[in-house]
């Protein structure tokens, strides 16, 4: 039988502490013949109702494989932990590979936030293109300003010259 067991940990206790914590739960059900089928760490999430005063909570998701002991045990282990504020346990009647739809959310915000940064860091290169092109633009625009300007001055001196030679 395949169980489902949901288990939020107290916020104020860190990452590290809350895998620390999932790691002791799971070797408890394997010390009794279960095994656990998935693992999912869901993060820090705002819950729908405060808790001992808490409005956030970190959530972890494992799914186990084993008899009914091996659930009592879990079951059991996570009572006797008070880091642990609540804990939901459901019978699964089928097995999926795939990741959970609350992980699945997690995942595609993540690859948003990175496609946004990658986005902001070519446009940021395109910028960065574009106001070298412009420093270096008017440099060139200069040099043959200059040469209008040379030219310009040369006119009046040959038609002041061509008005000498005719007079």
């Not at 279960?34 to 808790?51: F, H, L, T």
Request: aromatic share 4%; proline share 4%.
């Amino acid at each position: 039988m395949y169980y489902e067991t949901i288990f939020i940990v107290n916020p104020d206790i860190s990452q590290e502490n809350t895998e620390a914590l999932t790691d002791g739960l799971v070797e408890k059900i394997e010390k009794v013949g279960g095994r656990i089928v998935k693992r999912e760490n869901w993060g820090s999430r705002p819950m729908a109702y405060s808790i001992a005063n808490r409005k956030r909570g970190n959530y972890m998701l494992l799914v186990t494989d084993g008899s009914a002991d091996a659930i009592k045990t879990l079951e059991h282990a996570i009572s006797l932990e008070e880091r642990i504020i609540r804990s939901l346990t459901t019978k699964l009647t089928e097995l999926s590979d795939k990741a959970s739809p609350l992980l699945r959310r997690i995942q595609a915000a993540a690859k948003r936030e990175e496609d946004a940064a990658a986005a902001a860091v070519v446009a940021a290169e395109e910028a960065a293109a574009a106001a070298e092109e412009a420093a270096a633009a008017p440099a060139e625009e200069a040099a043959p300003a200059e040469e209008a300007a040379t030219t310009e001055e040369a006119a009046p001196a040959a038609k002041a010259d061509g008005a000498d030679a005719s007079v």
